[in-house]
């Protein structure tokens, strides 16, 4: 009898994905929480023939020699920063990525975040929890989205979710991305496709949808700070890096921004390594006009199973024989793609 195939889960999984994988291959699976380290998970895959890879994981050209056995990368993601694809492809092993089942609850997740930022919700919450509640005050003013001018950085797949999502709120919606064709933006008639420039000097809200690429890193910084409206609101459902928290900080407490949303962090982009170990703590002190999520863009129930079930059926294609789904590169060619400005 042949010998089963080993596959590495790096994170705690559905029991459907565990199942569907135990029907093929020998599965280890970190069963806790806390994810293992780089360190751990490469020791792990010396023998796998298969990953099944999440946000938390860096995957390099060392990962990769340490590793020859390995075949195939599912990542239960849609950007893949934290992965050297290039190395990959030198390496032989294909990677998948999940491109289309984040968009929804990722833009969900960013109007979550614009309507707590700017209606004061998280603010307004501990209050009562801490103090109780005996009536009206006048307190917590702040900003709603009727009538304000929303600008979108990142018109790609979440960029337009984002978009249709806040017509129903009789907000002016300005878009910026580089990639977008005159004709996709004919089809977006309640839409302004303008220079990022334009987006960020005219925008309440600015909202980043966008990859993490070298192009983008700390694309929110001091001087592009300096160069939106006074007293506009940052939203961040997509990558830690695209801002330097740091600036966003000082930009708060001098004035220039009323206050910051987000869902992903610095400290998580792994594949940078001078990256800070925590996020600044005067965004995150108690009086700070801040809202923040612990990465739970696609933190929907029903959409992490499918995503997980996406990304290990492609480990099994691979395993197969078969071309998988999602793949960002073939190793038998060139690059399929670059990092996807789909985001």
Not at 138 to 163: D, E, K, N, P, S
Not at 178 to 189: H, I, M
């Amino acid at each position: 009898m042949a010998e089963r195939p080993k596959i590495v889960v790096t994170n705690p999984v559905f029991p459907e994905t565990r199942a569907l994988l135990e029907g093929h291959a020998t599965v280890v699976v970190n069963p806790a929480i806390e994810p293992w380290s780089y360190q751990e998970v490469r020791q792990r895959c010396r023998d796998a023939a298969g990953l099944l890879a999440f946000m938390n994981d860096r995957i390099d050209a060392a990962f990769l020699a340490a590793c020859p056995r390995l075949r195939v990368i599912g990542a239960a993601l849609k950007g893949f920063d934290n992965i050297d694809v290039e190395a990959a492809t030198n390496a032989g092993v294909w990677l998948t990525i999940v491109p289309d089942l984040l968009t929804v609850p990722t833009a969900e997740l960013a109007i979550g975040l614009m309507l707590a930022l700017g209606r004061n919700i998280v603010a307004g919450d501990q209050g009562i929890k801490k103090r109780g509640f005996n009536g009206w005050r006048a307190q917590l003013y702040g900003a709603g989205l009727a009538g304000t001018t929303v600008g979108i950085v990142g018109f790609g797949l979440v960029g337009r979710a984002i978009a249709e999502r806040l017509v129903g709120f009789q907000c002016r919606l300005l878009a910026h991305d580089q990639s977008v064709s005159g004709t996709l933006a004919k089809s977006w008639p309640y839409v302004t496709l303008t220079s990022f420039a334009d987006v960020i000097a005219n925008s309440d809200y600015v909202v980043l949808a966008l990859p993490l690429t070298a192009d983008t890193t700390h694309l929110i910084n001091s001087e592009t700070i300096a160069g939106m409206k006074a007293g506009a609101r940052l939203v961040n459902p997509a990558r830690g890096s695209l801002v330097d928290e740091s600036a966003v900080a000082d930009a708060i407490a001098r004035g220039q921004l009323s206050g910051y949303a987000a869902d992903a962090f610095e400290c998580e982009d792994w594949a940078i390594e001078d990256r800070p170990t925590r996020v600044d703590p005067r965004l995150t002190a108690p009086s700070a006009p801040t809202v923040f999520t612990p990465h739970i863009g696609s933190g929907v129930t029903d959409v992490r199973r499918e995503i997980e079930l996406s990304a290990a059926r492609s480990i099994l294609d691979v395993l197969a024989g078969r071309v998988p789904f999602g793949a960002v590169n073939d190793p038998s060619k060139q690059l399929v793609h670059a990092q996807s400005r789909s985001r």
